[in-house]
């Protein structure tokens, strides 16, 4: 990669929704290192006026008038091949915005690479998520280029938190499960329809990600002590006194392919994940259920996939909108992810005992979709700037735990409102 560039960041898809939150981010983490360790940036898109109507509003709200004249702008459209180039020649690492991945996120993956800049994405999309590094891999490697998916809400608490986890336990972790809980305040909460579009895409194509794993040809990863237990599709918690069903987003996923990354690469004992969301009471599950059964039907058909995106509103009950989330809204938000963990004492043999010690871990934020994500993201993009010889080998396509596992990420995380804690050690 080459030396120095004019931009240390450049946000692509500044002007979108979830975008317009990372530069917001970016210029409170600019802010900050200002006096220890400049940060050049820029933003991209396709529009030069929204881009500049970005820049005002936060001009406007942060009281930063330096915004308007000081933050540099990249034309560059997810169409136009030479767009994509010049802007990667420009930047040390591009934080692309630009989604659905699976419509929008390669043409960018393939010019960083090309061009020698390191890429991060907010990807929750697991097909997109490995064909990047099916496809491209070897070549960001060579390039020694790092491309690093999901470094948003998908999937940094989960895949860093199974890592922190691992670590505080003493002794040898067999298995862990999490719960993921939401609190919003009066005004609610939502997501903004292009995550629920993202989904509908996803959750059709579903066989396309079968065969592309099938292509990968892994053999099973080993696990020490007891075979993880297999839950229900609905079932009541203990652990979080509510209903939970399965995480379906692609925390799981994510988490695996780090598994399989530090065990293949460094020998690391791979840990069992299991993956929940709180969902709460009787009520709560049959509105899901209700949500569930829409989405199932119609995404069978392109027609139902129109209408599922055209109406994400009508069609989750609420959950989605294209306006997204207030800014009230995201005030009052939280989320939690608690994570039990079983494994061994150090002078346990796995082989010759059950497992015998307990720990319970967690991590928690304010919302999740645009005030969690931004910081993750930019979080992992200044880590990937500053700490490249954490990094593992000279570049490739990683998960965020592979990539971040040997470096300061956590603790850069838990000083900007993404708390990693331990709340129990006990032996079982």
């Not at 069978?300 to 989605?320: Q, V």
């Amino acid at each position: 990669m080459a030396a120095r560039r004019p931009f240390d960041l450049v946000v692509f898809g500044a002007s979108g929704f979830t975008g317009q939150f990372v530069v917001e981010e970016v210029v409170r983490v600019a802010s900050e290192a200002a006096q220890l360790r400049p940060l050049t940036w820029a933003v991209a898109g396709r529009s030069r006026g929204r881009l500049q109507e970005v820049l005002e509003r936060l001009s406007s709200r942060l009281g930063n008038t330096d915004l308007k004249s000081d933050v540099s702008i990249i034309i560059c459209d997810v169409n136009d091949p030479s767009s994509l180039a010049a802007m990667c020649q420009q930047g040390t690492v591009i934080l692309s915005c630009v989604g659905p991945y699976r419509l929008f996120g390669e043409p960018v993956v393939k010019a960083c690479v090309e061009n020698g800049a390191h890429y991060v994405d907010i990807c929750g999309e697991p097909q997109f998520l490995e064909a990047m590094q099916q496809k491209y891999n070897d070549q960001a490697a060579e390039q020694g280029v790092y491309v690093v998916g999901s470094c948003g809400f998908d999937s940094i608490p989960a895949d860093m938190g199974v890592l922190y986890t691992r670590n505080q336990l003493k002794g040898t972790l067999s298995s862990i499960e999490s719960f993921l809980l939401f609190q919003s305040g009066p005004e609610g909460g939502c997501g903004h329809a292009t995550t629920w579009q993202s989904a509908v895409y996803g959750f059709s194509d579903r066989d396309s990600l079968r065969k592309l794993r099938r292509q990968f040809g892994h053999k099973p990863l080993p696990f020490v002590g007891t075979k993880i237990r297999s839950r229900g599709s609905v079932f009541y918690s203990n652990e979080v006194n509510q209903y939970a069903v399965p995480f379906i987003g692609s925390d799981p996923a994510v988490v695996k392919r780090t598994q399989r990354y530090l065990y293949e690469n460094f020998d690391e004992q791979p840990v069992q994940y299991g993956s929940y969301v709180a969902v709460g009471g009787i009520s709560s599950v049959v509105a899901l259920m209700m949500v569930g059964f829409f989405f199932w039907c119609f995404t069978k058909f392109s027609f139902g996939r129109k209408l599922l995106i055209k109406y994400p509103e009508f069609f989750s009950f609420g959950m989605f909108s294209k306006e997204g989330p207030t800014i009230k809204q995201m005030e009052g938000t939280t989320f939690s992810m608690r994570f039990y963990g079983v494994g061994y004492g150090p002078d346990q043999d796995p082989l010759q005992s059950k497992p015998n010690v307990k720990i319970f871990t967690e991590v928690k934020g304010p919302e999740p979709g645009y005030v969690t994500t931004p910081k993750a993201m930019v979080q992992a993009a200044v880590t990937m700037l500053w700490e490249t010889k954490s990094l593992p080998g000279r570049g490739g396509v990683f998960s965020p735990g592979a990539a971040f596992s040997k470096t300061s990420l956590i603790e850069r995380l838990n000083k900007h409102s993404i708390e990693f804690s331990v709340i129990s050690h006990s032996e079982a």
